[in-house]
């Protein structure tokens, strides 16, 4: 059960630490039902808004473990970071997933097998249980991620987008990063001649022979079509940081709600004002279940004090930046994805007052994004780097 506040995401980090060694390098892969956190640690929806920052989660492990010890879940948080990373470089991925996605949802009302799946009547067991799953409890195990992904397009040739889809309409954690990225390698398209196929002795294995396939699964893999990858671009600017001794304005948003300890670290400034910035529009027009628009809504409320509001529109945050006399706004960056449009809107809407918003890279970012030119591996590599600057300057 995942409560959207700060209390919470510490005490699950609490339970999971323990585990977080060779334990998870070893029983990371089953899958418990319910989610049980020895195998892996169920943080993810409160990772996904920050409310548990990276660096912190991986500064506790190292208190109790190792870095060797815990190096494949300290890979796993950086994987995040790595397809986060990877996406920024190449946003065109994320406008051609939508592309594609508005195509295939103007005939998936006449797909039959789509529509069997969503109601969880595939006629599969297995997917049928984790449709349930992911739609009740907004949580999916990665490695049911992967069987189902893999089930969806390779056994029941489904568009791989609508699958994305299905999954960030419903997954608490569901990043476009993250999940985009992954069903594209689950499909074949991310890595050249790779694809993942589940098997039913692999499935029966790690869900400890709760679930016995019989349907045939797919053997072999067709490629969908799709676009060429873009080289990486240069990563966005940043805005510049506001002027000594002006009016500040510092706006959380769902990304990074716990922005504020590193977004005004040594700033001389007159005066702060703190408020944060949720768009309920970017969730109804991507037909994101409540159950997801109110966990990240109520994560971002967790962090605001009484006196900081919350707004649900660009004109009343220019307002709040008019009214408090703001000479500049201060964002973290917000990732490629569907809530950046958004964010554009914002812009010009403040900028029009003469308020400059200003987005800015949080150290964790700004140290990895750079290495997301190339595959997991080379990344790796500078994981070791990072974490002594990174951590040890948090
Ligand atoms: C098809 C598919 C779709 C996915 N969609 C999402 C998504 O929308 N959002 C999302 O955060 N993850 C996604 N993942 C990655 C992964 O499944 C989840 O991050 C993980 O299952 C979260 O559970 P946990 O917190 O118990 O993970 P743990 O195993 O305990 O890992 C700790 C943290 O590391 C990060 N992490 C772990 N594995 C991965 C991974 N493979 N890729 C990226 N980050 C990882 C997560 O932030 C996670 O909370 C997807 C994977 C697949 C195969």
Redesign the pocket.
Known sequence: MHIPNRQSALEALQR?LPHAGEN?ASR?NFVSAP?V?AN?????????TRLLQ?WE?IEHVLHQHSASAASK?ID?????T??KGWLQLRPAVWEQYLAELNQARKVSFMDATYQAVLAGQSGIECVDQWTQELQQTG????HV??W??SIWIHTLKLPWVL??DL??QY?L???????TL??R??AGLHTKGKT?LANPDNIQKYTQGRFEVKERLATEAVIPKSFPIQQPRSLPSLGPLPQKKSRVGVLLQEDDVRALNWLVTNQDTAEIHIAGYFSPAVYSVNKIAPMVAQFRQESLQSVLQADHPLFNDVDSVSNWAVTKQLDAVLMAEVPTGMWDSKIQDLQSVVEAQGVKLSMQRCPWDAHFYPLAKAGFFRFKQGISAALHSVVSSS
């Open positions: 999971f998870y990371r989610l956190e892996v640690s169920g943080l993810s929806p409160w990772v996904r990276e989660i879940f796993e948080v950086c994987w995040r790595y397809w949580y999916l195990h990665n991620r992967m189902y992904a699958g994305a999954f960030m997954l954690d569901g990043d476009p990063a993250s999940n992954s069903w390698w689950v993942y």
